[in-house]
């Protein structure tokens, strides 16, 4: 199984929106509800930021959203801010008991 | 609150065997709600999953890594193990512990180790 194609960079200025596409096929973003996106700090363990495509965790802001569109999953990072600037990966369940990710995106507030 | 820590060794030899633990407090491993895995990521590189146990005993892996993986639990002690074979270079990764819901999201992590691989 191949790895979902996220693009490596994606930036934006403060208070403006970005979003992150990750890409995959029917076998698996298509045909999952199960696609997370995860955060991570240079250093630091990746932390869960939406489950289920569109479902926002405990304490995680809502300027973050997910959706889906076919085989396209995205995250919108809305309103912008210094310390959004972070990889971001994405992942799906693949209905095989497997699970998949993205190759990570690099977000920067310009 | 719960946590998860790895251990194990941080350089290991090509051809050898990696070996590592993962110690949960604050939960019990136990617990049928979720399964309990292995994430690992290469310097300045993506994530890959690797695989996951559930209390049944149930495994699994991921189809690239499965002839050399084996993720096996310790309930008594609430521990979970991964064992990759014969490791080259390309096993060089900070390597994940994680809990995992039955859809597959991760919503914890340990704080991850980096195992080298070299002679």
């Known amino acids: 199984q191949s790895g979902l194609t996220q693009p490596p960079s994606a930036s934006g200025s403060p208070g403006q929106s970005v979003t992150i596409s990750c890409t995959g096929t029917?076998?698996?973003?298509?045909?999952?509800?199960?696609v997370s996106w995860y955060q991570q700090y240079p250093g630091k363990a990746p932390k869960l930021m939406i489950y289920e495509v569109s479902k926002r965790p405990s304490g995680v802001p809502d300027r973050f959203s997910g959706s889906k569109s076919g085989n396209t999953a995205s995250l919108t990072v809305s309103g912008l801010q210094a310390d959004d600037e972070a990889d971001y990966h994405c992942?799906?369940?693949?209905?095989?008991?497997?699970?998949?990710f993205g190759g990570g995106t690099k977000l920067t507030v310009l | 609150q719960l946590q998860l820590q790895e251990s194990g060794p941080g350089l290991v030899k090509p051809s050898e065997t990696l070996s590592l633990t993962c110690s949960v407090s604050?939960?019990?491993?136990?617990?049928?709600?979720?399964?309990w895995g292995w994430v690992r990521q290469p310097p300045g590189k993506g994530l890959e999953w690797i695989g996951e146990t559930f209390y049944s005993g149930a495994t699994y892996y991921n189809p690239s890594l499965k002839s050399r993986v084996t993720i096996s639990e310790d309930t008594s002690n609430n521990r979970f193990s991964l064992k990759l074979s014969s490791v080259t270079a390309a096993d060089t990764a900070v390597y994940y512990c994680?809990?995992?819901?039955?859809?597959?999201?991760?919503?914890?992590w340990g704080q991850g180790t980096l195992v080298s691989v070299s002679s």
């Open positions: 992942s799906s369940y693949v209905g095989t008991n497997n699970m998949i």
């Open positions: 029917s076998s698996d973003v298509g045909a999952s509800t199960y």
């Open positions: 604050g939960g019990s491993i136990s617990n049928s709600n979720y399964y």
């Open positions: 994680a809990r995992v819901f039955l859809s597959r999201t991760i919503d914890s």
